[in-house]
């Protein structure tokens, strides 16, 4: 007993002198936060992939739906040196930057199509990769429109820029590089050539996104291996003849049924407007077990589903999300997570998956 007493003593003592040191020790705050600073900065940019390798980073797994886990639509390609960023949905530029991503080195922007959640923060990434010291215009590569999306957004930030520039200079901000070039892709049949940079090759690929027309999904081969990542789209069997071989597919997942649920809890609590949205969604989206049906067709080794629509609050939620996904897949896919970063090593076989911190 006299023990005890004396050691539940000892902690109060010691958790009294804590406290004291913490509220009343003078500079701990900032001795504390100079510790903090040097975990936050101090930390060398990920290497996304080696020399040869190709890797996928989700940057953005949600939908225009708010999802506190969750970014809206974003993709960053690695292969070998060369960086690509397919979509920048809300929060997605938030992520790249806690990650350390070296976001000067980002090659160029590569759009699926022009619904919110996949630009929203395309200005956010002009700036950004500005900031990080990037000294050439920045490439958006999209479907027929996207020279008014890209006029618009640097229309919209020029302001912003001539500020940045007059408070840190001309030398460390150049003016003349901050805006982006638009680059259409013109598409005249199911796919059609993008880029061919330092042996990575992109090609767009024609999906079913009605009424957004075109609407295109994207693959990148590089050194004999391949990822391709669908956009948004409704199932569309032409779309695995085009990933066809990918040993990763990146794809779009809407669970109708959980969509059917919230609208009914919608309609119920009198929210009428969010509803009618919730009816009219399922048309032009993929169910996880028809991505997997896609992926089987492609013949993809490892399917990623991505664009996660609803929102999943806990594990739960996520099985009902993926409730038959096994029946038609037995094995070879993942419920994609913003981190989630796939690498392929060259001249090997192998899938491996990892996560950003
Ligand atoms: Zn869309
Ligand atoms: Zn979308």
Redesign the pocket.
Known sequence: MRRTLLIAGGAIAILLAGAWFVTLSPNVDVWLYRKMAAHMIDRPAPQLAQPGELSVLLCGTG??LPDPNRAS?CALVAAGDRLYVVDAGLSSVRNLLLWHIPLEKIDGVLLTHF?S??IAELGELRLQTWGAGRRTPLKVYGPPGVADVVAGFNQAYSHDADYRTLHHGEKFLPREVVDMVAVTIPMNGATAPVLDDGGLKVTAIKVHHDPVKPAYGYRFDFDGRSVTISG?TAYYEPLAVAARGSDVLVHEAQSNELVGILGSVMTEAGRTRAAKIMHDIPDYHTTPVDAARIANLAGAKLLVFT?INPPLPNFLAERAFLRGVSDVRPDGWLLGRDGTLIRLPGHSEAIEETTME
């Open positions: 939908s225009p639509g619904h959640d996949h948004d664009h």
